[in-house]
């Protein structure tokens, strides 16, 4: 028999488990020692909580705690309903296409298929080259962290360090937004 769960072990220290699903699991614990301390240790946990006094619950504690707690929002909803109307828009584009090239839906939906998968290879190179944006932005901001920490700890005495970093990495901050930000008009090139 290989290690039981612990839904197993709470089983059978409950006494639930089956007599046959319980000799089997005796036999294990005379051959496992893991197992034989795991027991062990829950039958421990189990008899200290029981020595527990039960709370005195008001009745209509459920309710207040339900209430207390944050509505939930499942944006997940959106997703998956976009998900199948693509899903579905895909197979009856597929259907189409297996309809074969006598019926006059066939160039539609081959131009569809074509405009899809150049959609997804677009959006695959996008989300790609966004990773890699991301990525050497945060490798620039760690260099330059790594940096400005080096600076002023040859620049200012140590107790005061920390607060001049954080005012240091504060402005560098802002200023890094606002160039970011900020509208840029390039030129063009036109003469006029």
């Given at each position: 028999m290989s290690c039981p769960d612990l839904t197993q072990i709470y089983a059978y220290l409950d006494g639930e488990l089956t007599a046959e699903d319980r000799l089997r699991l005796e036999e294990h614990l005379k051959a496992c020692s893991r197992c034989r301390q795991?027991?062990?240790?829950?039958?421990?946990?189990?008899?200290?909580?029981?020595?527990?006094?039960?709370?005195?619950?008001?009745?209509?504690?459920?309710?207040?705690?339900?209430?207390?707690?944050?509505?939930?929002?499942?944006?997940?909803?959106?997703?998956?309903w976009l998900a199948g109307g693509a899903y579905l828009l895909f197979s009856l584009v597929v259907a189409g296409l297996a309809l074969g090239t006598r019926t006059a839906l066939f160039p539609v939906c081959l131009q569809i298929f074509k405009n899809l998968y150049n959609l997804a290879a677009?959006?695959?190179?996008?989300?790609?080259?966004?990773?890699?944006?991301?990525?050497?932005?945060?490798?620039?901001?760690?260099?330059?962290?790594?940096?400005?920490?080096?600076?002023?700890?040859?620049?200012?005495?140590?107790?005061?360090?920390?607060?001049?970093?954080?005012?240091?990495?504060?402005?560098?901050?802002?200023a890094l937004l606002w160039m970011l930000l900020r509208p840029t008009n390039y030129p063009t090139g036109d003469k006029k």
């Open positions: 795991l027991v062990a240790d829950r039958r421990l946990f189990l008899e200290a909580s029981s020595s527990l006094p039960q709370p005195d619950l008001p009745p209509d504690f459920s309710e207040r705690v339900m209430a207390w707690l944050p509505p939930l929002k499942s944006p997940v909803r959106v997703w998956l677009d959006l695959s190179s996008l989300i790609v080259r966004l990773i890699q944006q991301a990525y050497g932005f945060i490798k620039a901001l760690r260099i330059l962290a790594g940096v400005l920490a080096r600076l002023l700890a040859n620049v200012f005495p140590s107790g005061s360090l920390g607060l001049a970093a954080l005012v240091l990495g504060g402005v560098m901050s802002l």
